[in-house]
């Protein structure tokens, strides 16, 4: 009986902690990151002509550059009346993969 009883016990922690340990890995599987998700995104399709010293109105090379606009870049980008309007649909096929 106690064997059973030890048993239970283990087999019960075991599951409960790769429940929470799963959990928080699908957590961290959903987050988009800058750094992971949309600098690629702006390095292949933005920063070609958005970067100092081209006739680009912005610099778009790093978070702090990019922070202050992307209200802007966004309504550009849904819109698609940005020149490279895929970067919307690289956002959501990352979303898309995740899920």
Excluded at 33 to 46: A, E, G, H, Y
Excluded at 48 to 74: D, N, Y
């Amino acid at each position: 009986m106690r064997k059973i009883l030890n048993f239970r016990v283990i087999a019960s922690a075991l599951f409960v902690v790769f429940c929470v340990t799963s959990q928080v890995a699908a957590q961290g599987a959903d987050e988009v990151t800058f750094t992971k998700d949309v600098m690629p995104i702006l390095q292949r399709s933005c920063q070609q002509c958005h970067r100092p010293g081209t006739g680009a109105p912005m610099s778009l090379l790093t978070f702090e550059e990019v922070r202050p606009w992307a209200r802007a870049i966004k309504d550009r980008v849904v819109t698609v009346k940005c020149r490279h309007g895929i970067l919307i649909e690289l956002l959501v096929n990352i979303r898309r993969t995740r899920l």
